[in-house]
């Protein structure tokens, strides 16, 4: 009896030795079980700070003789292409003129639609109104050609500007708009005169006349043209 007594209480000492040893074993195997890593959030990399970009650096001031041969040169260059222009092979000058209307303040025969034939001579066709309505001038050539570009010599702005329309009349008398809008063209301070000029794909047609028309009220001032040519073969 005694020895039961004895077993028992060692068994029972065993159990509570397990027990103890068993229970934080188990609570750390929950623990693993249960705690998970937390993400790390990955800061995107921060973008470049844009490079400003260097002032640009201020062009010397030019001497007074540097801006001399620069106005040398501008004159020399228009001279040349003017020198071409009048020379030019294919080129003919209007041969007759009409017009919408004529300056006639002390019947000036300078400033007739009549002033714009032949080659530059410093007489020019002038219109009468400065800002009203349309103007135009109308002007023939003695051969009829299959026309590539027509070329316009004025003297001031309010011409340059003012052109809205070009037309090409045919040897049957009808009219062909080959050009209208508003007009890029400035006055070209080089020289005396401005070559408005006008390049256009070869007309199938034969060509005999040119019409300029003028709206008035795009640049305010009289219209004038000096000469006029006609290019094609």
């Not at 998970?36 to 995107?44: F, L």
């Not at 199938?204 to 009220?217: L, P, Q």
């Amino acid at each position: 009896m005694l020895i039961a007594k004895v077993a028992m209480k060692k068994l029972s000492s065993s159990l509570l030795y397990c027990t103890l040893l068993v229970a934080p074993l188990a609570l750390v195997a929950c623990g693993k079980k249960t705690v998970e890593t937390a993400p790390v959030a990955v800061e995107p990399a921060a973008a470049p700070a844009p490079v400003a970009a260097a002032p640009s650096a201020t062009p010397p001031e030019l001497t007074s003789e540097q801006r001399d041969m620069a106005r040398k040169q501008a004159k020399l260059e228009y001279t040349v292409m003017e020198d071409k222009y009048m020379s030019d092979p294919r080129a003919q000058w209007a041969a007759s003129a009409t017009s919408s209307s004529s300056y006639q303040k002390g019947e000036s025969e300078a400033r007739r639609a009549t002033s714009a034939i032949g080659p530059i001579d410093d007489k020019q066709w002038r219109n009468d109104q400065t800002d009203i309505g349309f103007d135009w001038i109308e002007l023939g050539y003695a051969k009829p050609v299959n026309a590539t570009e027509v070329r316009m010599v004025i003297a001031d702005s309010a011409t340059a500007e003012s052109l809205t329309k070009v037309e090409l009349q045919d040897t049957d008398g009808k009219w062909n708009t080959i050009w209208s809008g508003i007009s890029e063209t400035k006055v070209d301070e080089r020289g005396p005169r401005t070559w408005l000029v006008r390049s256009f794909e070869k007309t199938a047609y034969k060509v005999k006349a040119v019409k300029y028309t003028f709206a008035n009220t795009v640049s305010v001032g009289h219209k004038e043209v000096e000469a006029a040519q006609l290019l094609g073969d």
